[in-house]
Nanobody, 126 residues
């Protein structure tokens, strides 16, 4: 069974930082783009950022550009999200996901991803 496990969420003050991790189990995803999404209560799940299969290209939502950095370590079958200068509006459950197509490079739509983790809560206080 494929399993993605997010960790690193928590409570942080505005302006602070958190580093989220996503470890994949059951399959190697080194040939797939991976992404982070987030979902706040009452809102649709939204794209945060994605990274190409080798980590050479990254893409971010405008709302987090310049503050968040996505990276991956294919030897560990893991992807990370470094979040700096956090704002209260960043509060959400954060999910990692694997793109549905082999050798994928980019994707910002929920429907483009087949495997999802259970999410980790990030709460930013003012």
């Amino acid at each position: 069974q494929v399993q993605l496990v997010e960790s690193g969420g928590g409570l942080v003050q505005a302006g602070g930082s958190l580093r989220l991790s996503c470890a994949a189990h059951g399959r190697t995803f080194s040939n797939y783009a991976m992404a982070w999404f987030r979902q706040a209560p009452g809102k649709e799940r939204e794209f945060v950022g994605c990274i190409s299969r080798r980590g050479g290209s990254t893409y971010y939502a405008d709302s987090v550009k310049g503050r968040f950095t996505i990276s991956r370590d294919n030897a560990k079958n893991s992807v990370y999200l470094q979040m700096n200068s956090l704002k209260p509006e960043d509060t959400a459950v954060y999910y990692c996901a694997v793109h549905r197509f082999l050798y994928s490079v980019y994707g910002r739509e929920v429907r483009e991803y087949d495997y999802w983790g259970q999410g980790t809560q990030v709460t930013v206080s003012s």
